[in-house]
């Protein structure tokens, strides 16, 4: 295994652990449980997840390897705070949604190459990938990784132990 | 540029992304403050800056760059919970080994080669990373900087806005 190989293996690997503490986390709650806020006043476990819906769905756009899912979400879990609008709050549609656009994620993520991985994402041109050329997709899932771990750390102060 | 390199930037980038949110942090509070616990019944933020400098006084032996310089905090911030001790709380001093322990993980990391970066650590044996050499330096720089994250993420809980 070359190291670009590798590399895209560890960022994938990172990446993969992280989903699979969300899916784990999100088995141990109730969908009643799941309007919990984190912490008193802040944002609510069902909003986190419309969140991470929402950003994670835009990566199909970004890494030009399908239509976005849930576009509709940004509204209200990327543009608007918890509980500013009449949130959206099927917590049983949010599941699958997450599930789905996992699963869709996993297969498209398994089918990129690793040069698609150092290739630029849809939102930089071209002049500037060419001057900054660690703003590929394989940096994008490393931000977002990093991303998903910040709120997972929110996420773990809802549980008991 | 090659990949190579471009990896290890990436990878450092985050790095240093997470630890200037965490400077930045640490800047908007006062030593008094840092005994707030990030939630209620939940760890206090002096606990969590204690344990992220031990973990990442860890790097200096796990990178073979250098001797550990405050092994001494593994016991409260590594092996205990919060206030399951007479817990060391010099909030000063956290301040100072952090800010130290920054300055030399950054020199280091800037000497380290790219091949460096692809090598074992030091917890891993030759065997063992024959057969998985993913288990290299520069993904325990990743998933530390995923830790970073998740902390991070509890310490935001605390802000005001």
Redesign the interface.
């Known amino acids: ?1 070359n ?2 190989e ?2 895209v ?3 994938l ?2 990446w993969n652990t ?1 989903i699979q503490r969300m899916n784990k986390f999100l088995e141990d709650f109730s969908d009643e449980q799941l309007y919990t806020e ?3 006043g ?1 944002n609510r476990i069902i909003y986190l997840l419309g969140h991470l819906i929402a950003v994670h769905d835009n990566m199909l756009k970004l890494f030009s390897i399908g239509d976005r899912l849930y576009a509709h979400l940004d509204e209200i879990f990327l543009n608007s705070p918890d509980k500013a609008t009449t949130t959206f709050a099927d917590a049983d549609k949010l599941r699958s949604y997450w599930k789905k656009l996992n699963d869709i994620l996993s297969v498209k993520f398994n089918q990129m190459s690793t040069s698609d991985w ?1 290739a630029k994402h849809a939102a930089i041109s071209a002049e500037d990938f060419a001057k900054e ?2 703003r ?1 997709k ?2 994008v899932l ?2 977002r ?3 998903l ?6 996420l ?2 809802v549980k008991k132990s």
């Open positions: 295994m190291h670009d590798l590399f293996k560890m960022a690997s990172a992280h984190v912490a008193p802040k150092f050329p660690e590929n394989l940096n490393i931000n990784t990093n991303h771990a910040y709120h997972l750390g929110q773990q102060l």
